[in-house]
Nanobody
Framework: VQLQASGGGLVQAGDSLRLSCSAS????????MGWFRQGPGKGREFVAG????????HYGDSVKGRFTISRDKSENTVYLQMNSLQPDDTAVYYC??????????????????WGQGTQVTVSS
């Protein structure tokens, strides 16, 4: 499965962006779709994830209450709505898919397929 992330850009603090991640094939119901980010000089951080079938969601502590993950089954697409963006949100954002993700959803190693990343830059 190929993943294509898009929607990044340069915004000001307080603005919103919506990222999209399109899958080349429909994920299995048990698949887990995640968003990660990697800022300059930092490791890859879990942002949000969603179970494709059930819609169960998880969020990283730094984005709870500001970011919302959703999926459109008809479009094989996962979205990340990002509100109240701050300079600390500046990073390359990656979408990923795992087929055996469970309680390890925040661990990058749990995911097999990765998109190419989209840059989000938030100016103060």
């Amino acid at each position: 499965v190929q993943l294509q992330a898009s929607g990044g850009g340069l915004v000001q603090a307080g603005d919103s962006l919506r990222l999209s991640c399109s899958a080349s094939a429909r994920p299995f119901s048990s698949a887990y779709m995640g968003w990660f980010r990697q800022g300059p000089g930092k490791g890859r951080e879990f942002v949000a994830g969603i179970r494709w079938g059930a819609g169960t969601r998880h969020y990283g502590d730094s984005v709870k209450g500001r970011f919302t993950i959703s999926r459109d089954k008809s479009e094989n697409t996962v979205y990340l709505q990002m509100n109240s963006l701050q300079p600390d949100d500046t990073a390359v954002y990656y979408c990923a898919k795992g087929t055996h993700v469970s309680n390890d959803y925040s661990w990058p190693g749990a995911y097999r397929d990765w998109g190419q990343g989209t840059q989000v830059t938030v100016s103060s």
